[in-house]
């Protein structure tokens, strides 16, 4: 066994994150070819590094596709200090137009050198929103049955036509789904792997996925997460190797805690998001939906929450 990697649970989970061993997490994974990368880019504050996906990367011997969609928080302007963050910033952020996303995208993937890693290891990357935008998505009528195949119903039925004709030509093979671990205490909510899909909706302007006051938040990142599942073996990391962030006051200003070396990987989404957000001192129960998801998308074990909880995770005193 590779020092440092230890089974908790649903996971593989280390504290001592180097390449080798962050490898040695993506290997047990046993990821089937080809492989679709969902790594976390909704913000350019806090996001999977060109380092992490170079890892990655470096553990895969097949064809890979590594997408995501646009978001307003992905751009230089959420990182100007001189600009307050605070509603205004929203308001700015949310007059986005389609040429600023394509702008902001190809700003993010040079100042962070990720296309240098991408054209080192030859990978594919495709805009979601951009096939969204050339109307190339899958017919919703073969996704619907393959969702229903494996669940109920979608609650919202235009998530049967958000995949890309691009992701299902791979149908059959593996989702890696590339996250971090975000918690915000005083609003009880954390961000992990069943989050991180709902980044897959191809609209960068998802305030309409999330409702008046986020009541349709939870159904949509179900939704979005039945739909992968049924199409794709769904694979995840979880990791906190440079970055993590915590929101303490200002959702806008959120806290960066830096090497903490933190990597889990599991094949069990929900149950690997229970065991992580009882570590980061939560409880699963407590935060919308995950709550939501459990006994729609699988069922988290309770002795997981048990295992989280003495096992947790010391985030630096601020």
């Known amino acids: ?22 490898i040695e997490v993506v290997s047990r994974l046993k990821l089937k070819s080809p492989v679709i990368i969902k ?38 302007l ?16 949310g007059r986005q137009t389609k040429e600023d996303f394509r702008e902001n995208d190809k700003w993010f993937l040079n100042i962070t050198r ?4 991408l054209e080192k290891h030859s990978a594919e990357y495709v805009s979601l929103s951009e096939e969204l935008w050339a109307k190339r998505l899958s017919d919703s009528k073969i996704i619907e049955e393959a969702v229903l195949r494996k669940y109920d119903p979608l609650e919202n039925e235009e998530n049967y036509s958000i995949i890309p004709e691009r992701v299902s030509e791979l149908q059959g093979g593996t989702l890696l789904n590339l996250t971090k671990p975000k918690r915000s205490l005083k609003a009880k909510h954390v961000s992990l792997s069943l989050k991180n899909l709902f980044g897959l909706i191809p609209s960068p302007w998802r ?20 739909v992968y599942h049924s199409l794709f073996d769904v694979k995840t990391v979880i990791e906190g190797v440079f970055t993590t962030s915590e929101t303490i006051d200002n959702f806008l200003q959120p806290t960066i805690h830096r090497d903490m070396g933190l990597v889990w990987g599991s094949g069990d989404s929900l149950d690997l998001d229970a065991l ?3 570590q980061m ?8 939906y995950l709550d939501y998801a459990n006994g729609r998308l699988g069922q988290w074990k309770e002795k997981t929450i048990v295992l989280g909880q003495h096992n947790l995770i010391e985030f630096p005193i601020q």
């Open 39 to 76: 790594p976390n880019w909704s913000s350019s504050m806090i996001f999977s590094e060109a380092k992490i996906l170079d890892w990655v990367l470096s553990a895969i011997d097949s064809e890979v596709l590594v997408v995501e969609s646009y978001a307003a928080w992905r751009c230089a």
């Open 1 to 22: 066994m590779t020092k440092g990697i230890v089974k908790l649970g649903p996971a593989h989970f280390t504290q001592e994150a180097s390449k080798e061993t962050f």
């Open 114 to 117: 990720i296309s240098d890693v």
């Open 276 to 278: 992580v957000t009882s």
């Open 281 to 288: 001192g939560m409880n699963p129960h407590k935060v919308d």
């Open 207 to 226: 305030g309409k996925y999330h409702g008046k006051n986020d009541q349709q938040l939870s159904p949509n990142i179900v939704d979005v997460n039945k």
């Open 78 to 93: 959420f990182l100007d200090k001189s600009v307050p963050k605070d509603d205004s910033l929203l308001t700015r952020l």
